[in-house]
């Protein structure tokens, strides 16, 4: 007689995510669907299949986080150029962030606007970031971890940014009082 195999997480073999699009075409709110029982809860973040059917990049190359300790760090407006342009889902494990991203795509009906979404570890969304956008994120609170996954891995050579406060764009941010590097802080506006 064989032996009996447990599978902590069967019931929940339905898991989903939610898919919102933003107000920039091709732009993403994506919320997992909390399923809980006795044990406590479960949710899926991540299913390439998921996000091709959404027309989204399923690929991941890379994986990184970022640990933020001032309240008020600001990081961004970075991107990476063709033939290394990526997509990005960004998620909050820990802190709260306010996350915006810019459309840079110059035939895009929503080209040079930006929005922005509050992340937290509480409201668990993610934010995926096309191809062809900018993305940058202002802390909400000390400790801070963000944490990306790309679809393209890092080029140095292709790696660049417009300031946060370029008038190009007037990106409201919570607060001027920042924290950022100087690289960051010195990059040209994105007319130039």
């Known amino acids: 007689m064989g032996r009996k195999i447990y599978y902590p997480y069967s019931k929940f073999k339905s898991a989903t995510m939610i898919f919102k699009e933003t107000k920039l075409q091709g732009a993403f709110v ?21 996000f091709e059917g959404h027309g989204l990049n399923g690929n991941t190359s890379q994986c990184s986080i970022s640990m933020n300790t001032k309240k008020s760090t600001l990081r961004g407006m970075h991107f990476q150029k063709i033939p290394y342009a990526e997509a990005k889902l960004v998620r909050c494990s820990r802190g709260i962030i306010y996350d915006v991203i810019v459309d840079l795509r110059s035939d895009s009906p929503t ?12 409201n668990r969304k993610m934010v995926y970031v096309p191809e ?20 393209q891995f890092y080029s140095p050579d292709h790696a660049d940014g417009f300031r946060w406060d ?8 919570p607060s001027n009082h920042l924290t950022i590097s100087s690289k960051d ?8």
Not at 30 to 49: H, S, V
């Open 30 to 50: 994506i919320e997992p669907e909390m399923l809980t029982d006795e044990r406590g809860t479960f949710a899926r973040t991540f299913c390439r299949r998921d």
């Open 132 to 151: 062809g956008f900018a993305h940058g994120f202002q802390t909400l609170t000390d400790n801070t971890e963000v944490v990306y996954q790309m679809s």
């Open 111 to 122: 080209f040079k606007e930006w929005t922005a979404v509050e992340i937290s570890v509480e």
């Open 166 to 173: 370029d008038p190009s764009f007037n990106i409201e941010w």
């Open 185 to 192: 802080r010195n990059y040209p506006d994105f007319a130039s």
